[in-house]
């Protein structure tokens, strides 16, 4: 079975500073998918970046970039120029690509505090 | 925009009560899903539901039990609720069965038994 570790259950950093995010995850399977998944206080849960685990390039979305590390089975999240709406829970996820799965599997989060 | 809508973002319940928490998506997703959301513990999936009148079992379906009637529409029960089912609900929703396409949520249920 598929675990996915976030070893820090809550951070801070300044206002327009970088934070990194932790995530390693336990899969035997080769072709898989790695989500970041952002819920501010009070509202709903949103899909920050993905990476498909057969690509080699990190992806990133804005100030938003990941450090993905197949070989370690290591997914970290970087936040450049922290804004305070990026203050909320930040859930790392892994999915295999299987066709005949259809669940996600979901780290226990970390808090997310951005400090003015 | 896609839209995952939980009925209510508050409930309160007597222990035994029998609770329905009601999710619909506006999106025509074949996929959708009953997490349960508790501090440290991350989300786990009660039940999923890949078509009409179709559902599995999570991770931790005990207590718990769900209908699909209609695509759009995901229903999870209570039966008898208990103290131990206060938590966070959240329902999700994806087309298709593989991580290329995005997943949902609604905004939750912060439901809490008395």
């Known amino acids: 079975a598929q675990t996915v570790t976030q070893s820090q259950p809550e951070m801070s950093v300044q206002e327009a500073e970088t934070v990194t995010l932790s995530c390693t995850y336990d899969t035997s399977e080769n072709n898989y998918y790695l989500f970041w998944y952002k819920q501010p206080p009070s509202r709903q849960m949103i899909l920050v970046i993905r990476q498909e685990a057969y690509k080699q390039q990190n992806a990133t979305e804005n100030r938003f970039s990941v450090n993905f590390q197949k070989a370690a089975k290591s997914f970290s999240l970087k936040i450049s120029d922290s804004q305070l709406g990026d203050t909320a829970m930040y859930f790392c996820a892994f999915m295999t690509r299987e066709v005949q799965a259809n669940d996600m599997r979901f780290g226990a989060g970390t808090r997310l505090t951005v400090k003015p | 925009d896609v839209k995952v809508t939980q009925s209510s973002r508050y409930l309160v319940k007597r222990t035994g009560e029998k609770v329905f928490l009601e999710c619909v998506q506006d999106?025509?997703?074949?996929?959708m899903f009953w997490y349960r959301q508790d501090p440290g513990l991350g989300l786990r999936l009660i039940y999923f539901?890949?078509?009409?009148?179709?559902?599995e079992k999570g991770d931790i379906p005990e207590g718990y039990s769900v209908s699909r009637e209609k695509k759009e529409r995901f229903s999870l029960i209570l039966e008898s609720a208990s103290t131990n089912q206060t938590s966070m609900y959240l329902c999700?929703?994806?087309?298709?069965?593989?991580?290329?396409?995005?997943?949902?949520f609604g905004a939750g249920t912060r439901l809490s038994v008395l």
């Open positions: 999700a929703s994806r087309n298709g069965g593989q991580g290329k396409n995005i997943q949902y």
């Open positions: 999106m025509d997703h074949e996929n």
């Open positions: 539901s890949y078509d009409v009148k179709m559902k």
